[in-house]
């Protein structure tokens, strides 16, 4: 067996334990003696190590001057402080850290530029001219000159398998770092840098500023930890181009600034940002005017002072811990979907059809997966025989109204006394609404309901669900128009009326100017009520009080006045009269009609309200969830009365709904109020 394996394996720090493995590389300086670095570097490798291999050889072997902190799937790799302040060469007591962290694109030399900044171009962090990503994971050294902990990243852009996991790895290490560097090597500034800068502000702002707060507090540094995040150093490297410069109108910070507004990015969360451009000649870039940069901000102590080097630890390990569940990798696609994606969205739950663009041409309707949600005034609801559901079959029913030929307003009250019915094509009818008082719901017993997506206005019902609130805008129209007339006329005409079925003993209402007993003048509109007993007028004071007058023929208690009252009951005011068996009997039956009028426009006039929100139309928005007017969005109030546009179903005001059309597609073929927005 051959011995010029034997230096490869010092490099390697491998011992050759395996005979296949030495089998196989004495073949191989039988076959090809130059291959011999690359397969005995990757076959060793393997055989030490197979599941972590991350990163290429040459990263291992750098004379302990940098060591792995976190690899690509957030896992750290150092197991306590101890062994992180021993690995780190920091173990003077009472010496104080700052940590800068550097970010950028794969391949733009982030390893380089901390070598050049902070070790004089040594190489602390390895290097590589290989097309393999050399940096992966976060690696870490320690700058005894300026006591800064250095933080090199893994690259942007880089193909990965868990990127989401890099990503946040990445974000976890600029909450915990005091000055970011992000380099970008391009003649021109893209859009990368500010994407990830203003991602980075949105989750300090949201999630790490909160987390950093309660790990200080259990740390007992709540003054060391801010709540603004660390200072933000953008170095820009170009070779033709000439980087951004300050002039007298406007700075290189300013042009960053108004690029993120112009993004809609916002960098609130960092303490400052500042522009570094260096412009490489003859093959040499002078990292000095970053170097200022960086140290100048470390000598800044107004919004992050310096801290005890186990805390960097202690803080990135809390934040691992806590921010480190499994997330879904999802690749990021060069087309959006919403690019060939229907625009068109459901009018009730605002989801986009899932459809591609131009499907109606091909016959396909508006679809989308995603469950939509019930609003009334889109009648978005379906219902299915809950019979034929069961055995496999998705039969859609509807309800049927009751409809009259005529119009008059008896056919109307008929209809909506008479309610819905739910009948299946294969089960017949399934349900009545006027079958029980209670307990008569169909969902229970006939129907499920199915919900469905709106995806525009025309496929709104048209069944006539408004009969029964046909009913209410009559009755409601007679009754204004009535109201509206003068009331002088409707009492001169009550007057007559009495007079002409009134008993012969009582004075006739065009000769009674003021009550009989206190005198007081009756007005145009004031009511004159007549004792029974002596058939003076009076007004209703005065005539308060009710007793039999059997010698007037009045065997139940009628209104008497105060002086007839207080006589015996059996007595009349003039006990000459004889009574009159006739003369009270066509009063009486007036009465007794006007009683029953009264008292049946009194419960209507009392259960309208009450009934409203039963029959009006089912797109109709309840009274109790409108609140304002929805054209000029005044509060209702006792003053502001409420109204119902007949197209859209919402709440509106008298003076926002002066409007009167037919609304056929909601069954209303006569014009009704329209608010001024279906106009």
Excluded at 374 to 380: I, T
Excluded at 435 to 457: C, F, L, M, S
Aim: with cysteine.
């Amino acid at each position: 067996m051959s011995t010029l394996w034997k230096p490869w394996c010092e490099t390697l720090n491998v011992e050759p334990t395996d005979p296949a493995i030495m089998k196989s590389l004495d073949n191989s300086l039988d076959s090809d003696f130059d291959k011999l670095p690359e397969f005995s570097a990757g076959l060793f490798t393997a055989a030490k190590d197979p599941p972590m291999m991350n990163s290429c050889a040459k990263c291992h072997n750098n004379n302990n001057k940098s060591f792995l902190l976190f690899d690509g799937r957030e896992s750290l790799q150092v197991p306590d402080v101890e062994e992180f302040l021993k690995r780190l060469n920091c173990t003077v007591n009472g010496a104080r850290v700052k940590v800068v962290s550097i970010f950028g694109n794969t391949g733009d030399g982030r390893s380089h530029t901390m070598n050049q900044v902070f070790f004089r171009g040594e190489e602390v962090f390895q290097m590589s001219s290989e097309q393999n990503c050399c940096t992966l994971g976060v690696w870490v050294a320690f700058d005894p000159v300026l006591n800064v902990v250095c933080l090199d990243t893994e690259g942007l852009q880089g193909v990965t398998s868990c990127e989401n996991e890099r990503t946040r790895l990445l974000l976890k290490v600029l909450a915990v770092s005091d000055v970011v560097v992000y380099g970008i090597y391009s003649e021109r500034l893209n859009r990368d840098l500010f994407t990830f800068l203003g991602t980075a502000s949105h989750a300090y702002s949201h999630h790490f500023r909160a987390a950093l707060q309660a790990i200080g507090q259990r740390e007992g540094i709540t003054a060391s930890l801010s709540t603004l995040g660390p200072s933000i150093i953008v170095l820009h490297e170009t070779r033709h181009t000439v980087p951004l410069i300050n002039n007298g109108s406007e700075s290189a910070e300013d042009i960053l600034r108004a690029r993120f507004a112009q993004m809609g990015l916002k960098i609130d969360a960092f303490s400052s940002i500042k522009y570094v451009g260096l412009q490489t000649v003859n093959d040499t870039t002078d990292y000095e005017e970053l170097r200022s940069a960086i140290e100048s901000e470390l000598n800044n102590t107004t919004v992050r002072s310096a801290r005890k080097p186990h805390l960097v630890y202690n803080i990135l390990k809390s934040l691992n811990d806590q921010l480190s569940s499994e997330v879904e990798n999802v690749s990021n696609t060069l087309f959006p979907e919403q690019y060939f994606t229907c625009p068109v969205r459901c009018l009730s739950c605002d989801n986009g059809c899932g459809n591609s663009m131009g499907h109606l041409s091909e016959g396909k309707p508006h679809s989308s997966n995603i469950k939509c949600k019930f609003q009334c005034q889109y009648e978005n609801s379906t219902y299915i025989c809950k019979k034929c559901y069961k055995n496999g079959n998705e039969v859609e029913v509807k309800r049927q109204y009751y409809e009259d030929n005529q119009s008059s307003w008896y056919s109307f009250a008929k209809t909506a006394w008479s309610g819905y019915t739910i009948d299946c094509p294969h089960c017949g009818e399934i349900y009545r609404s006027r079958q029980y008082w209670y307990g008569n719901n169909p969902e229970d017993v006939a129907i499920r309901r199915k919900i469905t997506h709106v995806w525009n206005t025309s496929n709104r019902s048209i069944a006539p669900q408004n009969t029964a609130q046909r009913v209410i805008d009559t009755v409601s129209y007679f009754t204004e128009a009535v109201t509206n007339v003068s009331l002088q006329p409707t009492k001169a005409l009550k007057a007559w009326a009495a007079d002409q079925v009134a008993p012969s003993y009582w004075r006739p209402n065009n000769e009674i100017k003021h009550c009989h007993q206190c005198k007081v003048l009756f007005g145009p509109t004031d009511d004159k009520h007549h004792c029974r007993d002596c058939g003076e007028g009076f007004c209703a004071p005065c005539s308060s009080r009710t007793k039999c007058v059997p010698n007037r023929n009045w065997f139940s208690p009628v209104r008497v006045c105060d002086t007839c009252y207080e006589k015996e009951t059996n007595c009349s005011s003039d006990d000459s009269l004889e009574p009159v068996e006739g003369d009270v009997g066509v009063r009486k039956v007036t009465e007794q009609v006007v009683s029953t009028l009264n008292a049946v426009g009194t419960v209507f006039t009392y259960s309208k309200s009450l009934i409203k929100d039963s029959v009006r139309p089912s797109y109709w928005i309840p009274d109790a969830e409108v609140v304002s007017c929805c054209v000029c969005e005044r509060e209702f109030s006792g003053v502001l009365s409420l109204h119902h546009c007949r197209a859209c179903g919402r709440g509106v005001c008298q003076e926002c709904s002066q409007h009167r059309k037919p609304v056929p597609h909601r069954g209303w073929d006569r014009p009704v109020r329209v608010c001024n927005a279906c106009v």
